[in-house]
């Protein structure tokens, strides 16, 4: 459903508010709402966003710049060093802390991101998945990715159909829980349990625009990723571990700036070829959320105001409250 325009009525603080949740695809302009919105109705942002927590991925993340975490207090960001490992539980266990220090302020928590599974752990339950084999992910992760995906062929048709088989990581973890369990992944993900069912009623609102008017975006801050100094921010990372951080390589922009780097391809091809797997994330964000989100969808338009994009959503949650 995409919501109509109409007045937002919302009291310039509102603490009584539940938390609002914020998603979309990348460079859909969340970010900036989530941002203004805290400012209108009294609110800190916790972050969902599966790289930004780690210090240093700045660029290419589209991290808050200090002028904006200045703005508004802003959480789970810049927690981890890329000697880390940080998953959706620690993400839970953080979340859970921020919204009750973001409450103890009288103040209401905004969530934005566009990792899904974090929202959907934060609000669902991670389930009862097979703890990592550190043993076992080790070996998977030594095997050829080919060989990888034959493997999850083979043994889960179904999971190897739905699965981003550009997402070593996704795949990686398929096959370990398959080997651990000796059952498919699939129908696994079926049988997990979770604490609790989304509410009803929750201020959860995905932000999408037209195709042409997201790719351009996508396209526009590509660039100025690279103008402002991706790669050298690439070089500088691969001094402090990188490249042996499994989550972070597959951060889009970082994976191609080190190709690059090691001269897999030069520096034009490596933007357009960014701008192509940026494009590709951003339509399986969107069929993540239409197919999990529980969302209330708000369409935006080109060259919109941010001032009409704070209006949508004020309005949408002003509902929620009547």
């Known amino acids: ?16 508010l539940r938390p609002v949740f914020i998603a979309g695809p990348t460079a859909v302009g969340k970010s900036g709402i989530a941002l203004a919105l805290a400012e209108k109705i009294g609110g800190e942002i916790i972050s969902a966003d599966s790289m930004q927590v780690y210090r240093g991925l700045d660029i290419g993340t589209a991290k808050p710049s200090p002028a904006e975490r200045a703005r508004v207090p802003h959480h789970l960001i810049d927690i981890c060093d890329l000697t880390e490992n940080f998953d959706a539980a620690q993400f839970v266990r953080l979340a859970q802390n921020a ?23 934060f609000l669902s339950g991670l389930g009862e998945a097979p703890a990592t084999n550190p043993e076992l992910r080790a070996e998977l992760e030594a095997s050829s990715f080919e060989a990888l995906l034959r493997e999850l ?23 370990e829980v398959i080997r651990l369990t000796g059952k498919k992944f699939s129908e696994q993900r079926a049988e997990w349990k979770t604490p609790g ?126």
């Open 153 to 175: 062929r083979e043994r889960d048709p179904a999971t190897y159909e739905k699965i981003d088989k550009q997402n070593p990581r996704r795949v990686i973890r398929a096959i």
């Open 1 to 16: 459903m995409i919501v109509n325009e109409s007045k937002p009525q919302l009291p310039a603080s509102s603490c009584q």
């Open 197 to 322: 069912a989304v509410p009803e009623k929750i201020n959860f609102y995905c932000f999408t625009r037209a195709s042409a008017d997201l790719h351009a975006r996508i396209n526009v801050r590509v660039e100025e990723m690279f103008r402002r100094g991706l790669v050298s921010e690439t070089r500088e990372l691969l001094q402090h571990g990188l490249e042996q951080n499994k989550t972070a390589m597959q951060a889009i922009g970082y994976r191609q700036a080190v190709e690059h780097l090691r001269g897999g391809r030069d520096l034009a091809e490596t933007i357009e070829l960014v701008k192509s797997r940026t494009r590709q994330f951003a339509k399986r964000q969107l069929t993540w959320f239409r197919r999990h989100g529980n969302c209330e969808w708000i369409g935006l338009k080109p060259d919109e105001a941010p001032e009409k994009s704070l209006q949508k959503i004020c309005s949408a949650i002003q509902r929620g409250i009547g």
């Open 99 to 121: 919204v009750t220090e973001i409450r103890s302020r009288n103040k209401t928590p905004i969530f934005c991101g566009g990792t899904g599974l974090y929202f959907k752990a």
